[in-house]
Structures are given as structure tokens and as C-alpha cells.
């Protein structure tokens, strides 16, 4: 059981490494991306791997408590229905990862900002922040969400929704 367990956590987080998930993400792509089980019972076994110490839930988001592996992962592996039955504590306990302190998070999303934005959209950025009262790190998040979603988008054109939403004159921030 515990195998299942992993192989689990190390599909679900693939494509995003150790990066935190929301809770609604995974139930979405348990039932509706993998179609292994419907809404309901996929946010039933998030609840039960975290009541078992697999993973870490913290100010809404979900983390997982393994060291992942993604070399591990057996092709054409579905997860069985008999993992509800009998869900065992997390032993291991590899990775024992801690509530982060909310300045060191916001310290690392700074340093993010400044590694992944040119000059000219962190000044973007900043213009949208100090226009709509939106902090800046939620800006960021937003934008880093709609260029996910959309893919083959620019930063720049994702900031320019993100002001769209808030109701900015678009325009505006297109000539200058």
C-alpha cells in the first residue's frame, strides 16, 4: 500500500516538482485530468493523506511529505480503489517539511520577481501593485497562474490581463 501511496504523490506532483499545490487542483486532476476517482472521493483521500502524514497542508495549500522520485513512476500505473480501505501513517517522514515563515515566502517570491521579470515588468509590475492595492507578490502569483494556463504567452501580455481584470485602462499601459 505504501507504493501506491508514492506512486500517487509522485504523479501528482510531475509536472510541478516540490511546489505546493492547492487542494482543489488535485481533486481536479485526480477526477477529472486521470479520471480516477470522482470530486468527492478525491478530496476524502487528500484529507486522509494528510490526517496520515503523506502530505502537508498549510494556509490552503498541499505539499507533499515524501522525497519524490520521479524515476519511480511505472508506465501505465491507475490507482486502485483499495487504497481507501487502509491508509497507513507515513513512516518515513523523508522530507518532515515545516509551515514556512510567511517573511521568508515573501522574501522568496521577491527574489523570484527579480530573477524571472526584465526591468521593464517588474516597473509593470510595481505600476499595477501601487494602482489597484494589489500587493505585488499577489500579482506576480496571478500572472505566473494566466501564463500557465495560456502557455505560449509573454509576461508582459499576462500583466496586461491581470490590470485588465482590475479594471485598469489598458491602453494606457500599452503605450507606455
Sequence with gaps: ME???????NITWYN????????????RFWSIDMQWL???ESEKLIDELIKNGW????????KPNIKLDFNKIKTGWILQKTLFENIKNNKK?????SKPDNNVVVKNNLNQIKNNFSSMERRLLRYISANTGIIKEEIYRRCLRKKRS?????IHLCLLLVAKEQGMDIDELIES
Design 55 to 62: 502530505l502537508i497542508e498549510f494556509e490552503n495549500q498541499i
Design 150 to 154: 495560456l502557455g505560449q504567452v509573454t
Design 38 to 40: 470522482n470530486f468527492s
Design 16 to 27: 510541478s516538482g516540490s511546489k505546493s499545490l492547492k487542494k482543489s487542483f488535485i481533486s
Design 93 to 97: 517522514d523523508v522530507e518532515s517539511i
Design 3 to 9: 507504493n501506491e501511496i508514492i506512486q500517487l504523490i
